[in-house]
């Protein structure tokens, strides 16, 4: 996608929330690798499909500066539903809880923070959505983690999956990351239990349906 091509779609969908702007801005002056941000467009997606799914519980792997996992919130039908979110950065968690506390819909999201392969297995809930945004290298681990706690006919959505295109690109040795994302874009696409597509938004989103 072309810079100009983004900018037009940009201005024909919804506009970004003043909250998630500022975010967005604090999160590319006072954070690391600020490109791991959701942004407006992919913001804006999964605010749309957490609409369409309409989930009462929804878990967040890999929270980073709180930007997805405050439009997951957006999305909800009301306050009785939630996002349960993991991060493993603990630095990262006055950040996290400054922009919750900003957010209209802040109080939707508990923060849990900690090695997600840890946490998933002490969450007594079952889920309607799953977001994978967190370790490329454990993609297949916490897949295979967060499968008994999603309800039949529940969602997983992951993301990076086309990894910059590293995954076409044809070379047998791969870093870990990017043999991680090869694991896990097998993994979904022999599991009889779903239906899945990729979406070649961004860095690649993988909508997965559980039968």
Request: a negative charge.
């Amino acid at each position: 996608m072309t810079e100009q091509l983004e900018e037009y779609i940009t201005r024909h969908i919804d506009p970004e929330p003043d909250n998630l702007y500022r975010l967005d801005r604090d999160t590319h002056l006072r954070l690391l690798y600020s490109r791991m941000c959701s942004g407006h467009l992919q913001g804006r997606l999964l605010k749309m499909l957490v609409r369409m799914i309409r989930p009462r519980l929804v878990l967040e792997l890999g929270t980073y500066s709180a930007y997805s996992a405050l439009c997951l919130a957006e999305g909800l039908a009301d306050d009785s539903c939630h996002v349960h979110t993991i991060e493993i950065e603990d630095e990262l968690e006055d950040f996290i809880r400054e922009h919750l506390a900003q957010s209209p819909v802040g109080h939707r999201v508990t923060l849990h923070l900690g090695d997600a392969a840890h946490i998933i297995p002490t969450l007594n809930e079952t889920f309607d959505l799953v977001y994978i945004d967190a370790n490329k290298r454990h993609y297949v681990e916490y897949y295979d983690l967060v499968m008994p706690h999603l309800r039949p006919g529940g969602f997983i959505i992951a993301d990076n999956t086309l990894w910059d295109g590293k995954v076409a690109d044809g070379q047998e040795h791969h870093d870990a990351q990017t043999g991680g994302i090869l694991a896990f874009n097998d993994r979904v696409a022999a599991d009889p239990r779903v239906e899945k597509v990729i979406i070649p938004l961004r860095d690649g989103l993988t909508l997965i349906h559980r039968l």
